[in-house]
Structure formats: structure tokens, C-alpha cells
């Protein structure tokens, strides 16, 4: 096409999971959240009037980003940044932080939609690949790049490094660190404090996972108001719609909704992970709300995963180096995740 920009020949554009339009389906494919958002959400909803729509929303989303940086223990909203998704706050590190032709830093395997935004912006994304356990191997500590992003806890094998490993290479790596906090109120522990520690490290999180509010699309960043100070820079003026804002906040202000809920999800992962090495399927320790299942039996994962689509259950197959022979299995209610299995016995003939 004479029309197309040289770096755009090389770019697929990346496939998110299926949403299906049928409403009988089991969809554990996108890692969304089972159970519903705060009911205040809904108050917050209602709350806004026509002139809340008629009028330009808050530009730096002010209230927002205070009650932010409030719940995160930090000193004020300089701190946190907020965006419409994390994926637009990915986007945005590299255009605020990364040069065209600069070298991005990544492992193998990691979060597919990097190396498409490396590539929308014309950079070099570098991975370095995790060892079999899915940890920082030696070679990721000796490696340099204009920016890293480090997913903790990792998608899609669910695995959080060590806190200290990540602290050891914030500290001798010379660009910024993204820490790609996405998961990780599943997760044991997080690196917020990294972000006033480091002068390097941006941690970013997400309202899509644990706040049951993917469709909102409102993502976080907090690092230090000098690194804040460049994101306001190079934002769209108006990033976070007025909804987006106003649920946000009463998201935030309900922090024990969302506690009680991923409480609900961890469990059922404990119990969803006991079946499937049950099963004979190889499972890391996830410390996200989906697993990674390796299966080197008969009939194969591709195989499984369309077996699955025609019983009308979705999961996330990949098939590239690494992950061909596994599932990604986001963990719904126990009713879901009981007629995944169930299924899962059927197509293995082990029922
Ligand atoms: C590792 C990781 N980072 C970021 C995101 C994007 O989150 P959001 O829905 O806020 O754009 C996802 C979504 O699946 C993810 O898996």
C-alpha cells in the first residue's frame, strides 16, 4: 500500500483475546475478573449531571490521582499518573522516554503487546529470554537498554522474580525500569516503593484485573514528580474521560470490594492449580489470577484449546516458541472453573 508508513510493514497489530458476543459462554481467556465491580461505582455513575458531560473533564485528573496517591502511601498526586487503560500508559512511556532506534529491554516470554508498541514507535525491543522456571536469568542483569519493561507478577506464566532480584537490577540498570504491575494485587507482595527508592522506576498498575473494570479502561503510574512531570508533557490533554475519573475514585475509596473479591479468586486458583497437576498438567506457581498449564500429552494443547471453544469454554492458547505446548487459564468462579475441568477430564478421557 503507497500510503503506508515503512514502519507499519512489519506490524500485525496485536490480537486481544475473543469477546464473544454470546452470552453462554465461559470466558476464561482475558484474565478479566469473575465477580462484579463496587457497587459505589454505580452511585458515582448517577451522580454525574449534564453539565459533568457538557464540560471538558478535569485535564490532570486531580481527585483522582490524590485519593491515588493517598492509598498508595504517597506523599501527593506529583507522584501518580493516570491514563485511559495501561496500555496507553505503556504506550506513552516510550514516547515520553524512548528515542526511534533506542533499545528496549524485555524477557522472553512476556506481555505480546511491548514489542508492538516498540515497533509502532520505531525502537529496538531486546528480550532476554527467563530461565525454565520462568526467573531472571544472568544475562538480563549484564543487559542495557534506553527502557525495561519487567511484568511482576509475569504474564502469562503468572510468576513473580524475586522482590530483591528486581531491586538488584533497578539499581544497575542505567535506563528507567517499568515495572508492569498488572497482576499484582493477586500477588504476595509489590514493588511500589521502588518508584521513591529508584530514580529510574516507573510502576504501573491497572483498574482491568483485580477492580473488575476492564471496560472502564483506567490504568495507573507512579514514579518520581520529575518523571511525572514529562508523562503530563506528552499525554492527550484530556486522557481520562469524566466517567472514567468519577468510577476510578469510588473504585479506589472501596479498596476492601476489591480486597474481598481477589480473596475469592486466589482461592479458587489454589484449588483450580490442584486440579490440573492432578491432571498431570505442569503448572507454575501463579501469583496472578490465571495459570500457565503445560501439557506434553495427546491429544495436544492446540488441540484441547479448540475443544475447549467448542464446549463453549475459552482459554488463551499461544502458539509461539515456548508456549505451544501450554494453556493460559484466567481463574473464574468455582462454577466455572469446575465445568472447565470437568470439560478438561471429558477431552482427556480421564473422567
Ligand atoms: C501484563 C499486562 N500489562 C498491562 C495490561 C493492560 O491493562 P489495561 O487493561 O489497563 O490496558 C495487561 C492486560 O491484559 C497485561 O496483561
Redesign the pocket.
Known amino acids: 500500500m503507497k500510503f503506508q508508513r515503512h514502519i507499519l510493514r512489519d506490524v500485525q497489530g496485536y490480537v486481544p483475546g475473543e469477546q464473544p458476543r454470546e452470552s453462554d459462554i465461559i470466558k476464561l481467556n482475558?484474565?478479566e475478573n469473575p465477580y462484579p465491580p463496587s457497587p459505589r461505582i454505580f452511585e458515582a455513575l448517577q451522580a454525574l449531571n449534564g453539565d459533568a458531560f457538557r464540560k471538558y473533564p478535569d485535564p490532570v485528573s486531580l481527585r483522582f490521582r490524590r485519593a491515588l496517591a493517598e492509598r498508595y502511601g504517597y506523599p501527593d498526586e506529583s507522584w501518580v499518573i493516570v491514563g485511559n487503560?495501561?496500555?496507553?500508559l505503556?504506550a506513552l512511556v516510550l514516547r515520553t522516554f524512548v528515542d526511534p532506534g533506542d533499545t528496549v529491554l524485555a524477557t522472553d516470554p512476556t506481555?505480546s503487546?511491548y514489542e508492538i508498541l516498540c515497533k509502532l514507535h520505531d525502537c529496538r525491543l531486546e528480550y532476554v529470554a527467563l530461565d525454565e522456571h520462568y526467573q531472571l536469568s544472568p544475562a538480563f542483569f549484564s543487559a542495557q537498554g534506553r527502557l525495561c519493561f519487567l511484568?511482576r507478577p509475569n504474564?502469562p506464566s503468572g510468576v513473580a522474580v524475586p522482590k530483591a532480584e528486581v531491586a538488584r537490577f533497578c539499581t544497575g540498570f542505567d535506563g528507567i525500569v517499568v515495572i508492569?504491575e498488572?497482576?499484582v494485587d493477586f500477588a504476595e507482595d509489590n514493588c511500589l516503593e521502588f518508584a521513591r527508592d529508584h530514580d529510574n522506576v516507573i510502576v504501573m498498575r491497572?483498574?482491568?484485573k483485580s477492580f473488575s473494570l476492564?471496560g472502564m479502561?483506567?490504568?495507573t503510574a507512579v514514579a518520581r514528580p520529575e518523571l511525572i512531570a514529562e508523562f503530563l508533557k506528552t499525554k492527550d490533554s484530556y486522557n481520562m474521560n469524566v466517567v472514567s475519573q468519577a468510577i476510578g475514585l469510588a473504585a479506589i475509596n472501596d479498596y476492601d470490594h476489591m480486597l474481598e473479591n481477589v480473596a475469592k479468586v486466589k482461592a479458587s486458583r489454589t484449588r483450580l492449580r490442584d486440579a490440573l497437576l492432578e491432571l498431570g498438567f505442569k503448572v507454575p506457581e501463579s501469583q496472578s489470577n490465571f495459570l500457565l498449564a503445560e501439557w506434553r500429552g495427546t491429544p495436544d494443547a492446540q488441540t484441547i484449546f479448540e475443544a475447549m471453544k467448542r464446549d463453549k469454554i475459552l482459554v488463551r492458547y499461544f502458539k509461539m516458541p515456548r508456549l505451544e505446548h501450554s494453556l493460559r487459564i484466567t481463574v473464574g468462579t468455582d462454577a466455572e472453573c469446575a465445568a472447565f475441568v470437568q470439560a478438561l477430564k471429558r477431552i482427556l478421557h480421564k473422567e
Do not use: H
Open positions: 482475558t484474565n487503560g495501561m496500555d496507553e505503556l506481555y503487546l511484568t504474564a508492569d498488572a497482576y491497572t483498574f482491568s476492564a479502561r483506567i490504568g
